[in-house]
């Protein structure tokens, strides 16, 4: 399958409006695309679901049969572009599943595999990837120079919060 993969197009800005615009373009010039995929680099905080949401909506609605993937996904604890980032840890070894902006990464994933699930027709589910398996795999690790733990499993291979996020959203659909 030939998917058609790019970042930054979860915002619905300029980019997702580009992104319809040339999924359309080669829809309509016979283009075989099968899909398109988001990469999803996310923070807790940024951008908001409704963005989220209506980003998979525009691209579900070009075509009857193009497949959608989420194949980056990752969720940061901390915004290092809003000039007010909490900064919730400076020792990981701090860190534990009680934290607050654990919780917060959680309900992020939670709501963002929820939004696909219900946005995405199933037959036109391409899948969702996260972006590595443990923390200190992720290039966010120390991006930066602030730390961050954006994946489902901690430092130690233990599944976090946010790993019983993506379970409670992709069990409620069933």
């Not at 036109?124 to 590595?132: C, E, L, S």
Request: some cysteine.
């Amino acid at each position: 399958e030939l998917y058609y993969n790019d970042f930054n197009t979860e915002e619905n800005g300029t980019k997702t409006t580009a992104l319809v615009n040339l999924v359309q373009r080669l829809l309509t010039n016979g283009v075989p695309i099968d899909g398109v995929g988001f990469q999803m680099h996310v923070m807790n905080d940024y951008p908001s679901i409704a963005n989220i949401r209506a980003s998979l909506q525009k691209i579900v609605a070009l075509s009857p049969t193009l497949k959608i993937k989420i194949t980056e996904l990752d969720v940061r604890l901390n915004n290092p572009y809003d000039g007010n980032s909490s900064n919730d840890y400076t020792n990981r070894n701090d860190c534990t599943v009680s934290c607050a902006g654990l919780d917060r990464q959680k309900a992020r994933y939670k709501e963002i595999v929820q939004a696909y699930l219900d946005i995405v027709p199933p037959a036109r589910r391409g899948g969702i990837t996260v972006w590595g398996i443990a923390d200190p795999d992720s290039w966010f690790y120390t991006h930066q120079n602030l730390p961050d733990w954006p994946l489902l499993f901690n430092d130690n291979l233990q599944p976090k919060p946010a790993y019983q996020g993506v379970q409670e959203a992709l069990n409620a659909a069933q």
